[in-house]
């Protein structure tokens, strides 16, 4: 699916499943995907659906109960899904992908001075000093709009939307061209989300980083990202980009999701829910994943899994509607 | 407003909370200070009306909602529900009052008892209120409340435990609670921010629905004023524990004056590519309510600020029709 002639990222039907007591939980579930250099990605989707799995499993950040059982991930064009685990943290986490974590309230560690916390990891990468390390903490501060001076404080003398400017910071210690960030605004503040989201856009466009941002908000999508890949059950269902997505979805989950979606700018209306829930992907539905709960099901839906079709203008669904 | 169709008048409410000192500062000082939570606020509310009461976390919008309910016993002002008030009442006149006033919390994970079944849950504010005369009656009661939230059919869900529930069903009997009671006013805390959006829509729909059938009367507690736009009839926006605006929430949205609303209404993303809208986001966060700015609280943050509005307190003004600004340049 869309095809880019040298992308940073190609993810090549990436199936990734945490095994447990009942079975496999199929989280990742066949997911292609090429993000180009420079590019701003949008990953949205329901909580369970997989993002943050197939975030994880691009940064080979899984829990040991995850592996991937088939597929692979390119980086600039090199396999890292397979590559040895040593030359991975040295040449590849961190020093080219970074990563936000969600819930940058808990991500820092209480009992360190955030300036220590991010000259941590480029000494791990870099063969610096600590003086220069701890410069380059206060430079990256100010990237952020922090006060430099506050590298010496501790992370609960931080307010949250300071504290995830830290970890904004700290993802680019080490100059990175490819930074995911993992629900970067889901506990902050209006305001201060508003805040962050402009530092992001601000630090992408300025260091040209390559960004996949993860979240379930699609107001948040529609405000950063250039490209859109909506995420169902383990798998992408349509991507597009961002106009797209959301002047002409091709998906009925992709629809249905738009219209869930409350805009402040819109007239009063009634807001649609889509009935149901999310599949348990231990036993997901067989066919398309979305058809328990997808409006337009036909025979076809229940029984073979629809295949990506190709829209135009890289513009890609996979659903049985569009055959 | 005549006071026939009010269904309940907040006047001058405050909540402080003691900060709760050291041994040693303690010795040293006398002073207590306080928590400003609620700093008087005053509204009011129609009956049948959905009144959004909106804010950034730490502005005392659901230490305003709980005050209302005495859930929390208020510092000062006054609370009438439907022209009595309810300050005044003694224990167990309070108790009885409560079978009318009603809350929906924002957690379905925390706010349901995970040792009891739905048919336990939903069944306590019976037998507390004695609202069932006999058990054939109280099942009746409870099969009829589970069809109203859309959890059917109840035979299904009725011995089920919480975690045999999905999120938005586990709100759905958190609502389903609330509604067996009959109530005519309920504050709805957050009700929806802890679910995925795609069964958002379902819960509030359960919850419209209650005001039209019953003509239940909602006070709607949110930091989503996306969704306060297409839910709420008025609105109020609050910030470190005062309103500074409040208005019919159209005229909110689309006419915000003091700048704080501004502030906010623009900082809202919106799921459309194509509308590209100004920015213009103020810098700084909310700061804590222990000693909050002198004057206009919000002063250190506006971009409209001068001399005046670190000095005095800006009153809370009508400057059209139903639309209250509390701001020394808009008036």
């Known amino acids: 699916m869309a095809t880019c002639k040298m992308p940073l990222l190609d993810v090549r039907g990436l199936k990734m499943y945490y095994s447990t007591l009942k079975g496999d939980v199929k989280a990742v579930d066949g997911v292609r995907l090429q993000m180009e250099k420079g590019g701003s990605l949008g990953l949205a989707g329901e909580s369970g659906c997989g993002k943050t799995t197939l975030a994880l499993s691009i940064m080979r950040l899984l829990p040991w109960n995850g592996r991937i059982v088939d597929g692979s991930i390119l980086f600039d064009g090199v396999d890292i899904s397979e590559m040895d685990e040593k030359i991975f943290t040295r040449d590849y986490r961190w020093k080219r992908m970074s990563y936000v974590f969600q819930g940058a309230m808990n991500a820092l560690n209480p009992v360190f001075r955030v300036g220590d916390q991010i000259a941590e990891a480029i000494l791990i990468h870099e063969s610096v000093k600590k003086k220069e390390a701890m410069d380059r903490a206060r430079e990256l501060f100010g990237l952020v709009g922090i006060d430099p001076d506050r590298t010496a404080s501790y992370p609960h003398e931080l307010s949250g939307g300071m504290k995830q400017r830290v970890m904004i910071a700290m993802a680019l210690a080490c100059n990175p061209d490819f930074i995911i960030a993992d629900e970067p605004t889901t506990a902050l503040d209006v305001i201060v989300q508003a805040q962050t989201l402009q530092v992001i856009n601000d630090l992408r466009k300025k260091l040209g980083l390559t960004m996949m941002l993860i979240t379930h908000d699609l107001s948040v999508v529609a405000e950063t990202c250039t490209t859109c890949a909506i995420m169902y059950a383990g798998k992408i269902v349509e991507y597009a980009d961002i106009e797209t997505i959301f002047t002409n979805p091709a998906h009925p989950y992709t629809k249905a999701l738009i219209s869930a979606f409350p805009s402040i700018k819109e007239e009063r209306r009634e807001l649609e829910s889509i009935s149901g829930a999310p599949p348990n992907l231990l036993n997901p539905p067989t066919g398309c994943r979305f058809n328990p709960r997808c409006p337009y099901r036909m025979d076809v839906c229940t029984r073979e899994e629809p295949e990506y079709v190709d829209l135009g203008g890289g513009h890609f669904a996979a659903c049985h509607l569009l055959d | ?331």
Not at chain 2, 189 to 217: C, F, N, Q
Not at chain 2, 279 to 299: M, Q
Request: glycine share 6%; net charge neutral.
């Open chain 2, 1 to 331: 407003m005549d006071s026939e169709g009010l269904e309940l008048k907040v006047v001058d409410l405050k909540k402080w909370f003691p900060v709760r000192k050291g041994f040693v500062s303690s010795l040293l000082s006398r002073k207590t200070e306080y928590v400003k939570a609620v700093d008087g606020v005053s509204f009011e509310v129609e009956k049948g009306e959905i009144f959004g009461l909106a804010g950034e976390s730490g502005c005392g919008k659901t230490t305003t909602g709980k005050t209302i309910l005495r859930l929390l016993e208020p510092t000062g002002g006054e609370v009438y529900f439907q022209g009595q008030d309810i300050l005044d009442l003694g224990k167990s006149e309070m108790k009885r009052m409560r079978q009318k006033m009603q809350i929906i919390y924002q957690d379905p994970y925390e706010s349901i008892n995970p040792r009891m079944t739905v048919s336990d849950i939903i069944s306590e504010p019976i037998n507390i209120h004695n609202l069932a005369d006999t058990p054939s009656e109280k099942e009746e009661m409870i099969h009829k409340v589970l069809r109203d939230v859309e959890l059917a059919p109840p035979e299904e869900f009725i011995q089920r435990f919480p975690h045999e529930l999905s999120g938005g069903q586990r709100q759905r009997v958190a609502v389903a609670r609330t509604l067996i009671m009959q109530p005519s006013f309920v504050v709805a805390d957050e009700p929806i921010s802890m679910l995925d959006v795609s069964i958002r829509a379902g819960i509030l729909k359960v919850m419209l629905r209650s005001r039209e059938v019953r003509g239940i009367t909602y006070i709607f507690i949110t930091h989503d004023l996306a969704y306060a736009r297409h839910i709420c009839h008025r609105g109020a926006i609050m910030y470190l524990g005062k309103i500074v605006e409040m208005a019919p929430m159209d005229v909110l949205v689309k006419n915000p004056l003091h700048p704080y609303t501004v502030a906010l209404m623009t900082a809202v993303p919106v799921p459309d590519p194509r509308l590209e809208h100004a920015r213009a986001i103020i810098g700084g966060e909310v700061p804590t309510p222990i000693n909050p700015p002198s004057g206009c609280r919000f002063h250190p943050r506006c971009p409209k600020a001068t001399d005046i509005c670190s000095r005095e307190e800006p009153e809370i003004v009508e400057i059209e029709n139903g639309h209250y600004v509390a701001c020394h340049k808009v008036i």
